[in-house]
Every structure is written in C-alpha cells, then in structure tokens.
C-alpha cells in the first residue's frame, strides 16, 4: 500500500524559506511521475511541479520559477520541495502526488494521472 506524508510546513515571513518533504512507502521512487500541487481554501487546487521520470523533464510553474526547486532521495525515498524567496500569495495547502504510471498531467501541472496523495501540509507566509 503507497502512503506518502509531507512534512515541512509551516508560518514564515515573507522572503522566507522552507523545505517541504514527502516520504513514500511502498512507491518506487524514479519509475514514474511525482509532483507537488497547492490548494488554498475555496480556490482549485494548482500544480507548483512536476518531475518526469519518463520524460526526463522537470516542469515548474511560472509562479514559482527561479524560486522553488524539487529534488528526490532515491535511497530516502523521499521528495523535497526547497520553497525560497517566499511571499504571501504562496500560503496554501501543499500535496505531493505520486503516478502508478505515465501521468499525462505532468506536463501541464494537471493533476491528472496522479494515484497517490499526502495529507498535505500547511505553508503560512505572512507581509
């Protein structure tokens, strides 16, 4: 059974950083696609990025380039989002999500052939 729990949240200034974390079990990591998605209450939930293994790309959303960086532990098993430089409009919910195959929704940051989520965990940026 894949479980995935992130880890990392939290209230931060703004121009603050955090590192998100999202251990897996039961997933094979580097197989297929992982990402990580945000949601503010009311609102649709939007990728922040993907890592394609299959594609050998990563893709990032405009919002959060040059600003946000994805990595994985293989050995770890686990996906990091290093969140820098952060402002206000970056307070969400923030969900890994895992692929149990080609995730045709990578590319666009559509949550679409994503079969695995986390909890989510809380990101608070305040002014």
């Known amino acids: 059974q894949v479980q995935l729990v992130e880890s990392g949240g939290g209230s931060v200034q703004a121009g603050g950083s955090l590192r998100l974390s999202c251990a897996a079990s039961?997933?094979?990591?580097?197989?297929?696609?992982m990402a990580w998605f945000r949601q503010v209450l009311g609102r649709e939930r939007e990728g922040v990025v993907c890592?394609?293994?299959?594609?050998?790309?990563?893709y990032y959303a405009d919002f959060v380039k040059g600003r946000f960086t994805i990595s994985q532990d293989k050995v770890k098993n686990t996906l990091y989002l290093q969140m820098n430089s952060l402002k206000p409009e970056d307070t969400a919910i923030y969900y890994c999500?895992?692929?149990?195959?080609?995730?045709?929704?990578?590319?666009?940051?559509?949550?679409?052939?994503?079969?695995?989520w986390g909890q989510g965990t809380q990101v608070t940026v305040s002014s």
């Open positions: 999500a895992a692929a149990d195959g080609i995730a045709l929704g990578c590319p666009h940051l559509r949550d679409m052939g994503f079969d695995y």
């Open positions: 890592i394609s293994t299959y594609a050998g790309s990563t």
């Open positions: 039961g997933y094979t990591f580097g197989r297929y696609s």
